[in-house]
């Protein structure tokens, strides 16, 4: 092989496109890391000769299937299963399944090539995976979603395993659905093991994992914070979403002495200037996790004003969070909080923020966490459930969180590391990118070419 052999980022990205045609979330998420690893790897030979990117952006397999189930009126109803085994070069594929209406192969190729990464830069032994169903839990009894779990495991069962690919929550996906699908497993299996994280308390989970994300999400913020002379001390704070992550980095930023002023859900956004409360977030967790609420429903318990159908961005605040879902904040939407004085961005959902509008925030020179290294704390947790599994043993909740505040703190230096630019600006992502890069780039070139 000629030693000058070179690819620019057009034709790399050509090739992607070509390979992978109509899926353009997953061409954006290599495209946005790309950009950074290409000029990197430029000086590298080993990485070249080795087809790093080339393969790390090539599943290792992608499993679909057919979940069959019967809904509460006796009709069989039937939707596609997904898992899409990214990559295993320092550990076993790990990574969140989804459910959700409109799931596509798309999102879950996007999101399996970012969680290996992520995974990478926890510093834990995970490779990197992700899978889910088209299916909606929300419209769905207790029973229904039973069945459909079962179902839907009856065949992942066969793919994973607590050395081969350990599944976890994410979108649609919480406490209950976890619960049934470990359960599954372990009748077919007949084997009790660490198969999936999230698990309850009471048959193998872990403390701190329901609010690692999102605890993590603003320990990423609370060191960019630091690293620039400042604190959440009074600051305002807009975040997105209404669930798992969005309420664990509403209660965090609220427990630092930051001021939270939104929470929204696909239908729109409460403002309450006053700020939420613990108590009123209490609320939240009850609407949201108990009763299945909407949003809305806190507007009139607070007496304040519900946007419906737009996205928080528009508000002024210091300091943003999405959390909800991918491209929720738009090139328009990332200008209008510029505009207003955001000085930071750290984001708890994956890929929430659209490509131009990130490189709206680094062209800025505001503090931008992106997902892979800000929510990294949720699967770092779901790692440290993984050993205790082994272990057969569990930490107390000051233990975990000490683990979790260290691999944050841990995960910024990387980031300060090989993001610093000669003005001193931290580019985050660009840091991100290549320190998740560079572990996992090293195991593959010490494996030779599998
Ligand atoms: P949940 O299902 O608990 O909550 C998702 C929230 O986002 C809900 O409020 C939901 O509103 C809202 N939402 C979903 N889709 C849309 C949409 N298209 N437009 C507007 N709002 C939407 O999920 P999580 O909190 O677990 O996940 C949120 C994000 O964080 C995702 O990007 C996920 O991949 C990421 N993440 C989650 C981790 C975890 O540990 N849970 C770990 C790392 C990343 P509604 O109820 O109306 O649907």
Redesign the pocket.
């Known amino acids: 092989m000629k030693e000058n052999r070179r690819c620019s980022l057009n034709q790399f990205m050509e090739g992607l496109i070509r390979r992978n045609p109509h899926e353009p979330e997953f061409q954006q998420a290599v495209d946005e890391v790309a950009a950074d690893i290409l000029p990197f790897i430029d000086d590298k030979y080993e990485y070249r000769k080795a087809m790093v990117l080339e393969r790390l952006t090539e599943a290792d397999r992608v499993i679909v299937f057919r979940v069959t189930w019967v809904d509460d009126e006796g009709y069989v109803r039937a939707n596609r299963g997904y898992r899409v085994q990214q990559n295993n070069s320092i550990g076993p594929y790990k990574g969140?399944i989804r459910f959700?209406r409109n799931l596509t192969l798309d999102t879950l190729k996007f999101?399996a090539f970012e969680q290996t990464l992520k995974n990478s830069l926890t510093g834990l032994p995970m490779g990197g995976a992700k899978g889910g169903a088209n299916f909606n839990p929300?419209d769905k009894s207790d029973d229904e979603v039973l069945r459909f779990c079962q179902s839907f495991m009856i065949e992942l069962s066969r793919h994973i395993g607590p050395n081969v690919d350990i599944p976890a929550?994410?979108?649609?996906v919480?406490a209950r659905e976890i619960s049934y699908m470990f359960a599954q497993y372990k009748r077919i299996n007949n084997e009790f093991s660490g198969v999936i994280t999230g698990k309850g308390i009471s048959f193998g989970g872990s403390m701190i994992r329901t609010e690692?994300?999102g605890y993590g999400c603003v320990y990423f913020m609370e060191d960019m914070l630091k690293e620039n002379g400042s604190s959440f001390e009074g600051k305002t704070a807009l975040v997105s979403?209404?669930?798992?992550?969005?309420q664990f980095t509403a209660e965090k930023i609220i427990e630092l002495g930051g001021k939270v002023l939104t929470l929204?859900?696909?239908?729109g956004f409460i403002h309450d200037s006053e700020g939420i409360t613990k108590e009123k977030l209490d609320y939240v967790k009850d609407l949201k996790n108990v009763r299945r609420g909407r949003i809305a429903e806190y507007a009139d318990e607070f007496d304040v004003t519900f946007y419906e159908g737009k996205k928080p961005w528009d508000i002024p605040a210091e300091l943003a969070f999405p959390?909800?879902?991918?491209n929720?904040i738009s090139a328009g939407d990332a200008r209008k909080l510029i505009e207003n004085g955001c000085i930071a961005v750290a984001e708890?959902?994956?890929m929430p923020t659209v490509k131009e509008g990130v490189d709206l925030f680094i062209g800025e020179k505001i503090l931008y966490a992106p997902s892979k290294a800000a929510?990294a704390g949720?699967?770092a947790v779901s790692g440290l459930e993984m050993t205790q599994n082994s272990m057969r043993m569990s930490w107390s909740r000051e233990e975990l969180d000490n683990h979790l505040r260290v691999i944050m703190r841990d995960i910024h230096a990387k980031c300060v590391d090989y993001g610093r630019e000669k003005d001193g600006y931290i580019n985050y992502r660009k840091g991100a990118n290549i320190a998740g890069f560079l572990k996992v780039a090293d195991a593959m070139v010490a494996c030779g070419p599998t």
Not at 264 to 267: A, L, Q, T, V
């Open positions: 969140g959700h999101l929300k929550g994410d979108i649609g919480g690692a994300t979403g209404a669930g798992n992550v969005a929204s859900d696909s239908s959390c909800a879902t991918q929720e708890g959902a994956n929510n949720g699967v």
